[in-house]
């Protein structure tokens, strides 16, 4: 880094080895703040010394403009120095160049530390719960000057510079200070307003030049090939304080939550194929959201990704809503319109892995900052991307800090972290040998199972829920950290949509043969807090759509989707469709284009979308369908296993023991007198039957439901149905 210089004698001339001239000339000196601005501690005279390689000359000014001194050239690569009065802190440098124009500007030299003790405290134990607020670049004032003071992790580096529009990408200007505790360098630039674009420029420990870095915590991204980061600051106004002020509240277990999965670029776009904005999904999508009725929207990732063949899920900016759609504000703007609609506000977030683009944060600093150095720790193989190091406490950090951001400053309701298992398991998709057991020697994750704890304790505190896509039987991923689980609030339930999505793709005729793929996820319902995920990854990469998946005829392609879905909606867990479902889409989903929204103009599809409709109404409306999701209590067979007939019927409760009757006709045959037992006489009601002519069906239906005191499947009474061809029934006693 080089020896701090020092005046030869009192009043002598300040000079300095010319080794550290050169460095400094360079912009390769480590330490700047030790040599630029003023220095000295004469009570009457002190040294300012500045960099400005493209000067022709520089003058000391006062605030009113006044000449103090002209500096003198003491190296060839543009320092200048000069003495002035002590008094003169607030100094300005009039920069004169070749073509005799001149500026006014701002030595930031002269500037201290804008970081407090404490921020480097809690940064440097990795306990900063507002690290966002602290790294990253900040508009604000110094010593009643406007700027931006800029922050950066990167304790590897021999040098660290912020570059950008305000000094033409000229990594010797703005060298920062480092602060050597916590590795953090931070610079407060006079005159760099909201909207400027900046990268950083780093020296390795070797002194080699890097590829130019975007900030790890930048708040606003430019696009690709560009991928500066860009200024912001936020004013926007808030018009949802009722919606925070309960939010708390909806972690209750016991509220409906009916999900609404959506890739914004693709869910609808303009006639020339470009995309709508925040704020004109704010208008589309959230009314259409709420028409419907689902209670949440979930959003495939909207944090800054380069490459929009990962739908999101290859971040490179954790800390920035993407560029795609608008502004920051822009976003908050929908978030504001979800709570005012009544909506939850669900995000996709991927600490899993980041991907390797060099503007990123792979070898950030020249070594293995953010992720692992030994592959088998630090590197997906399947996906080509890289995984965060967990046990190294500023990256967790880092990660709280993101999770926090987003609970925080853009007020969402709860984040749903992909690709869990791939944290759980250090051998996840790899052979022996490529894989590095733990302390224990098992294949357990140790430090991702503690970061993932605290995250679920750190979002929970502040009245959000986090859901987990986890695919494994790892037990306990939705119970509580004090009872040993991981802590999330809810767990995507992949084996029942494996399962069920395996039975319905079956032929009605060979059904019967298959009827425990229907029954086998009541075994371990209650085990975790589940979802219902029919989601983005069941419609990609040659599945199909729903509707392509549905065997038969097309009548019975729309009747196996409607039944399909009547069966979700009363099973135990939370409901979760991807967009598409709700209209019966053709074909399985592509990125790059919008739904096929001219297909409603088509009765079949139409009608699967007031089918999800009113599932959604009569879901929400009865608490027997989801007050008591997982807890045995609340769920009752009628008759798991008439396999013959592939018919499946059970009770669900809400606290009160109020029922809801489900019975599923999973083949194309009318079956007529079927007895189904209940516990009541009286008269019934359909709340729900999927065969009716307003969904698409063939409208057989049940008139007046009365239950006599027959017995019938060990209970006292007993319905006389009429059970429609592919089709789901949900009743209720007629006062319900």
């Known amino acids: 880094m080089g020896s701090k210089a020092k005046p030869s004698s009192p009043g002598a001339s300040y000079r300095l080895d010319p080794a550290i001239l050169d460095a400094l000339a360079a912009g390769t000196y480590g330490d700047p703040f030790a040599l630029l601005g003023m220095h000295g501690s004469g009570k009457k005279k002190r040294w300012i010394r500045t960099l400005q390689p493209g000067a022709a000359e520089v003058h000391v000014v006062d605030a009113d403009g006044e000449s103090l001194a002209t500096m003198k050239r003491v190296h060839d690569g543009g320092v200048y120095q000069c003495k002035v009065s002590a008094k003169h802190r607030d100094y300005r440098l009039r920069v004169v160049l070749d073509d005799g124009s001149s500026a006014d500007i701002e030595d930031p030299y002269r500037f201290p530390s804008a970081l407090g003790e404490m921020d480097l405290y809690l940064l440097g134990e990795g ?42 990408w000229d990594g010797r200007s703005h060298v920062m200070r480092c602060h050597p505790g916590t590795g953090v360098w931070e610079m407060f630039v006079p005159g760099v307003d909201v909207g400027t674009h900046y990268k950083y420029e780093l020296l390795d420990s070797l002194g080699r030049l890097l590829p130019l870095k975007s900030d790890p915590m930048a708040n606003r991204c430019e696009a690709p090939p560009g991928n500066a980061s860009i200024v912001h600051h936020s004013e926007y106004q808030w018009s949802d304080d009722d919606w925070m002020e309960q939010r708390r509240n909806a972690l209750g277990l016991d509220y409906p939550v009916s999900i609404y999965e959506v890739h914004l670029s693709s869910w609808r776009k303009h006639a020339d194929g470009s995309r709508l904005s925040y704020r004109e999904l704010a208008e589309q999508l959230v009314q259409y959201v709420k028409e419907l009725g689902f209670t949440h929207i979930e959003l495939l990732p909207v944090t800054e990704h380069p490459f929009d063949g990962s739908w999101g899920y290859q971040p490179v900016g954790l800390f920035a809503p993407t560029h795609r759609f608008g502004e920051p504000d822009d976003f908050r703007y929908f978030v504001d319109c979800c709570h005012q609609a009544g909506i939850s506000v669900i995000m996709d977030w991927v600490p899993a892995h980041f991907p390797k683009d060099p503007n990123g944060l792979g070898r950030f600093d020249g070594t293995a900052l953010y992720e692992h150095d030994d592959p088998r720790k630090g590197e997906h193989v399947d996906w080509g991307t890289l995984i965060f190091n967990y046990g190294r406490r500023e990256v967790v950090n880092y990660l709280i800090g993101s999770a926090l951001y987003w609970i ?6 709860a984040l749903r972290v992909d690709a869990v298992a791939s944290m759980l398991y250090l051998d996840y998709s790899r052979e022996d040998g490529e894989w590095i057991p733990n302390e224990q020697g098992g294949n357990e994750n140790l430090e991702a199972i503690a970061f993932l704890r605290r995250l679920n304790e750190e979002v929970h505190a502040r009245g959000a829920a986090t859901y987990a896509e986890e695919s494994t039987a790892w037990p306990s991923v939705s119970r509580p950290t004090y009872a040993g689980g991981l802590g999330f609030t809810y767990k995507w339930n992949m084996g029942w949509m494996n399962d069920t999505l395996r039975y319905m793709q079956e032929d009605p005729v060979h059904r019967q043969y298959h009827h425990d793929l229907m029954t086998f996820g009541l075994v371990y319902a209650f085990h975790e807090n589940f979802v219902l995920p029919l989601s983005h990854d069941e419609v990609v990469h040659g599945k199909g759509s729903l509707l392509e998946r549905m065997p038969g005829d097309d009548w019975q392609r729309f009747a196996n989707l409607r039944a399909y879905l009547g069966t979700m ?35 079949p599809h139409a009608g699967v979308q007031r089918l999800v409709r009113d599932l959604n109404r009569v879901y929400c409306d009865h608490a027997s369908l989801h007050q008591v999701d997982f807890d045995g209590g609340g769920f009752e067979w009628i008759d798991w296993d008439d396999r013959s007939q592939s018919v499946l019927s059970w009770i669900r409760r809400d606290r009160d023991g109020s029922p809801v009757i489900c019975v599923s006709n999973m083949t194309p045959v009318v079956r007529e007198n079927y007895r189904l037992g209940v516990d009541t006489e009286g008269p019934y009601r359909e709340l729900i039957n999927t065969d009716l002519a307003v969904y698409g069906g063939s409208d057989v239906s049940n008139g007046s439901l009365v239950a006599t005191a ?14 429609p061809p592919l089709a789901t029934l949900l009743l209720a006693p007629a006062g319900d």
């Not at 690290?131 to 508009?139: F, K, N, P, S, V």
């Not at 925080?408 to 309701?413: G, N």
């Not at 989903?589 to 409603?600: G, I, P, R, T, V």
């Open 408 to 413: 925080e400053e853009f007020h969402i309701d």
């Open 569 to 603: 909606f009363a099973h135990p867990g939370k409901k979760l469709l991807f967009m598409g479902a709700e209209i019966a889409q053709s074909g399985e989903w592509n990125h790059d284009q919008s739904l096929d929204w001219h297909l409603l103009e088509y009765e």
């Open 710 to 723: 027959e017995p019938a499947q060990h209970r006292p009474c007993s319905l006389n149905l009429v059970l």
């Open 127 to 168: 306990s900063h719960q507002r690290i966002y607020q602290t790294l990253g670049a900040h508009r604000c004032e110094v010593q009643g000057v406007g700027g931006t003071r800029f922050a950066v992790w990167a304790p590897n580096a021999l040098r660290v510079s912020v570059v950008g529009e305000f000094n033409h």
